[in-house]
T-cell receptor, first 115, second 111 residues
């Protein structure tokens, strides 16, 4: 089945540690996105990528980093510089690149808790 | 920062009733206005979307009404069912298919 796989589903981290969230898609989509979801705030865009080896900051990129070395993979690193990292993180993809359709395909998310 | 404002924050409807969720946006440079449905612990999924040159779109029990001059759009769920209980997000889609989401509405449909 085609889709987006995020791992791990749950992750606990101590303050000061970096953590990387995995996002893999087999939809053959060019564009990929990372959103953060907090209760009562909807989803906010962290980073997005339209093609391999290229990515752009979203609205809340501070304290996060990404890479796009392969079309199917778009990992997100939550660094120790992120002041409030506890959240639900969602990866998404869409196609074709640059075309606005309003449709994103989301993974099932990774819930990060900082202890 | 561009915003999409969504109301109400929560909504309780009896089975068979109509659920109505409203959204307003501030910028005119959006190309699509989608609605997403999210169940607990899952990612959101596209429910229905409308272009700004269309005033209404219906898919089954779900209808989007769009008022371009007022910069408002709404989702109507007819004959609401307990299985519709979820969180609903409106959004506005612009360049690179980036979505700006509303804060969400938690809908509970009571049998």
């Amino acid at each position: 089945d085609g889709g987006i796989t995020q791992s791990p589903k749950y992750l606990f981290r101590k303050e000061g540690q970096n953590v990387t969230l995995s996002c893999e898609q087999n939809l053959n989509h060019d564009a990929m996105y990372w959103y953060r979801q907090d209760p009562g705030q909807g989803l906010r865009l962290i980073y997005y990528s339209q093609i391999v080896n290229d990515f752009q900051k979203g609205d809340i990129a501070e304290g996060y980093s990404v890479s796009r070395e392969k079309k199917e993979s778009f990992p997100l690193t939550v660094t120790s510089a992120q002041k409030n990292p506890t959240a639900f993180y969602l990866c998404a993809s869409s196609s074709p690149p640059g075309q606005v359709t309003g449709e994103l395909f989301f993974g099932e998310g990774s819930r990060l808790t900082v202890l | 920062q561009q915003q999409v404002k969504q109301s109400p924050q929560s909504l309780i409807v009896q089975k068979g009733g109509i659920s109505i969720i409203n959204c307003a946006y501030e910028n005119t440079a959006f190309d699509y206005f989608p609605w997403y449905q999210q169940f607990p612990g899952k990612g959101p999924a596209l429910l229905i979307a409308i272009r700004p040159d269309v005033s209404e779109k219906k898919e089954g029990r779900f209808t989007i009404s769009f008022n371009k001059s007022a910069k408002q759009f709404s989702l109507h769920i007819m004959d609401s069912q307990p299985g519709d209980s979820a969180t609903y997000f409106c959004a506005a889609a612009g360049g690179y298919n980036k979505l700006i989401f509303g804060a969400g509405t938690r809908l509970a449909v009571h049998p």
